[in-house]
């Protein structure tokens, strides 16, 4: 049974730093997408960014681009999002979502979500 499950939320000022994790079990990833999505107050989930786990391609959507990034740790079966000089807009629940290739932007293509954790960012 595959399992994604979140964490490194919290409460950060206008300009600080996050690193969210997301630890994935269940199954062998490679060959998986692993996509980061978001979901502000009263809007839709859109996609952050992602990353293909076996080649460690990467993609961003063009509101974070420079700011946030996807990376893997393959032995800890582990995909992180590092975000700095973060914005009160980024204020959303942050999902971690996997899918077979290719890392796609659509959230209903994904299979398997995380339960999600609250990122607010005060001004």
């Known amino acids: 049974q595959v399992q994604l499950v979140e964490s490194g939320g919290g409460l950060v000022q206008a300009g600080g730093s996050l690193r969210l994790s997301c630890a994935a079990s269940g199954r062998s990833f490679s060959g998986y997408s692993m996509a980061w999505f978001r979901q502000p107050p009263g809007k839709e989930r859109e996609f952050v960014g992602g990353?293909?786990?076996?080649?460690?391609?990467?993609s961003y959507a063009d509101s974070v681009k420079g700011r946030f990034t996807v990376s893997r740790d393959n032995a800890k079966n582990t995909v992180y999002l590092q975000m700095i000089s973060l914005k009160p807009e980024d204020t959303a629940v942050y999902y971690c979502a996997a899918k077979r290739v290719p890392l796609v932007s659509v959230p209903a293509l994904y299979n398997y979500w995380g339960q999600g954790t609250q990122v607010t960012v005060s001004s």
């Open positions: 990353i293909s786990w076996s080649i460690g391609s990467t």
